[in-house]
């Protein structure tokens, strides 16, 4: 089993859509997670940056922690075709420790 | 945010030759940056932690002698790709950690770089 598991996609939703997209884990030791967006042929770009339960808000996204249930979700509301990318979700148990990708989760914003 | 920069953001090459490819932190020092190998429509595969004056600490399966790297200073780090073959050909990136105020680090990635081998 991957300590990280994210549905590789891809998603297709028309523009307007609010997009969900979820990571699983099975590490419990893990405290800090980040979402990153990734377009093609580009290096990822830090989205989201969360520590231990809860949301967080950063205009159209949010991103939700449920460590009971070890699972991460990033909503993007009003989704725009320009979010057309590959969502990486990543955590990791330290502040100052190795992080742990999950796969990607390919995104298309039709118009 | 912080800026990582890679350098080439994409070499051709012929099979046996090396090729170098750095890494650059542009606002900020690191001690530490990662090297990291992307194959199309696959996550992120560590690959290295680039060490400021000590030597890389390699993942396990990753052939040191083969990808070369060198923390030449606080803001540089270079992956050197000896003796390329085609199957080395890949999507390189680095990234370079940072603090934040909350007491951990986040990483920054730079542009990544693609190698072709021929």
């Known amino acids: 089993q991957k300590e990280v598991e994210q549905d590789p996609g891809p998603l297709s939703v028309p523009e307007g859509a609010i997009v969900s997209l979820n990571c699983t884990y099975s590490?419990?030791?893990?405290?800090?997670f980040m979402w990153y967006r990734q377009y093609s042929r580009k290096g990822p770009e830090l989205l989201m940056y969360t520590y231990s339960s809860g949301n967080k808000e950063d205009g159209r996204f949010t991103a939700q922690v449920d460590k009971s249930s070890k699972y991460i979700s990033l909503f993007i509301r009003d989704s725009q075709p320009s979010d057309s990318a590959t969502y990486l979700c990543a955590m990791k148990a330290g502040g100052y420790q190795k992080v742990t990708f999950g796969t990607g989760t390919k995104l298309q914003v039709i118009p | 945010g912080a800026v990582v920069s890679q350098h080439p953001s994409w070499v051709i090459c012929k099979s046996g030759t090396s090729v170098k490819i750095e890494c650059r932190s542009l606002d900020f020092q690191a001690t530490t940056m990662f090297w990291y190998r992307q194959f199309p429509k696959q996550s992120l595969m560590l690959m290295a932690t680039?060490?400021?004056?000590?030597?890389?600490?390699?993942e396990q399966g990753v052939e040191k002698d083969k990808f070369l790297i060198n923390h030449a200073s606080l803001t540089l780090s270079t992956l050197t790709v000896t003796s390329a073959h085609p199957e080395d050909s890949s999507f390189y990136i680095c990234?370079?950690?940072?603090?934040?105020?909350?007491?951990?680090?986040?990483?920054?990635f730079g542009p990544g770089t693609r190698l072709t081998v021929l």
């Open positions: 990234s370079a950690p940072r603090g934040t105020s909350g007491g951990a680090d986040t990483q920054y």
């Open positions: 680039s060490n400021e004056g000590s030597k890389a600490t390699y």
């Open positions: 590490n419990s030791a893990f405290q800090y």
